[in-house]
Every structure is written in C-alpha cells, then in structure tokens.
C-alpha cells in the first residue's frame, strides 16, 4: 500500500507534466535538500510533502518552454495565487487533515515570499535556495540568455534568505561553482 506520501506525488506529476518545464525534477531536489536539512526534525514528512508541492500553482500559468528570468517574475504572483487550492486538492486525494494541508499551504506561501518568519520555513526556503544552485535548475527552465540575470539575482538575495547552518555553509561554494561554470567559463 503506497504512503500518503507516495500518493502526493502521483496526485502531484499529473500537474507538474502540464506546468513548468523542469519543476518536477526541482522538486524533487527541494525533497532531498529537505530530507538533508531537516534530518532530525520530527516534521520532515509534511516538509517534504511541501517541497513536492511548492511549486504546483505554475500548473497552466507558464508556457511549457524555458523561460526568460524576466517572463518568469511576471507570472510569479499568479502561480503564488494557484498554489494553495492545488496543495489542498492534491494533499486531501492523499488523505492528508486540514493541519498539515494548512502547514504545507504556509510553508509554500514562504517560499513564494521568499522569506521565512519560522524554523520550519526556513527549512523549505533554503532547499529550495540550494536547489535552484544546481546546474540542472538553471539549464533546464531558462534560456541561456538569462543565465547571467538569474546568477546574479541569487547573489544578491540568497544571503540574505538562507537561515539554516548547513545550508549557510553550502551556500558560497555552490554559487561560486555556478557562477564559475556558466559566467566566468563562458559557457
């Protein structure tokens, strides 16, 4: 019998295949930055339950291509705004309670804020940080001509959005990877 977990996610692909090129396999990094980061905490299902459906709301909101990083800042608020229905739809199909569907709701508005106000929040937003300094995020859902915008952009807003020790530690070193691989390589 398939845990409620493995049943958020085969509620979920259906809406990630139609949404956003490459959210379903950032979404699956956010999961295992979760599992990483939140190795000891008692929550990490209803974490990574929320790192699988964070992203769900760009479902019909973007074009199925690559997009330019300014394309992409337009249609944020909109997919923010189909975020929550979807979470709830998908999370009680798993037989998830109003708690955690109201738990992984929050968690998801945090990422898409882009800031944390508790521990938990924090958890999810500096996965999603560390997921999105993979070279599979940055060529799988933008063009190559918004590559340098998008570095750049998370040079100067991750610092300040990263809470948690390890992903703080992790932080530098994977961007300065990224920013060496496809800005200073020339690629």
């Known amino acids: 019998m398939p845990t409620r977990e493995e049943k958020v996610l085969a509620f979920a692909k259906p809406y990630f295949e139609s949404g956003r090129v490459g959210d379903w396999d950032h979404a699956h990094r956010v999961?295992?930055?979760v599992r990483e980061l939140a190795a000891n905490r008692k929550d990490k299902e209803v974490l990574t339950v929320a790192a699988y459906l964070h992203d769900v709301g760009w479902y019909g909101v973007a074009p199925r291509g690559k997009l330019n990083f300014g394309e992409m800042l337009k249609l944020e608020a909109t997919a923010s705004q189909?975020?929550?229905p979807l979470i709830e739809k998908i999370m009680r199909l798993a037989g998830y309670g109003k708690n955690n569907?109201?738990?992984v709701i929050r968690l998801a508005e945090a990422v898409n804020r882009h800031a944390s106000k508790s521990e938990d929040e924090a958890v999810?937003?500096?996965a999603d940080n560390l997921s999105k300094l993979s070279p599979q995020h940055l060529e799988e859902k933008y063009d190559k001509g918004s590559w340098k915008e998008v570095i750049e952009s998370w040079e100067k807003e991750?610092?300040?959005q990263i809470k948690t020790l390890r992903a703080?530690?992790?932080y530098p070193s994977m961007l300065a990877?990224?920013?060496k691989k496809y800005l200073e390589s020339g690629n």
């Open 177 to 179: 990877d990224l920013r």
């Open 124 to 126: 999810l937003l500096d």
């Open 31 to 33: 999961a295992r930055w």
């Open 168 to 170: 703080k530690e992790l």
């Open 101 to 103: 569907i109201d738990t």
């Open 158 to 160: 991750f610092p300040s």
């Open 82 to 84: 189909n975020t929550a």
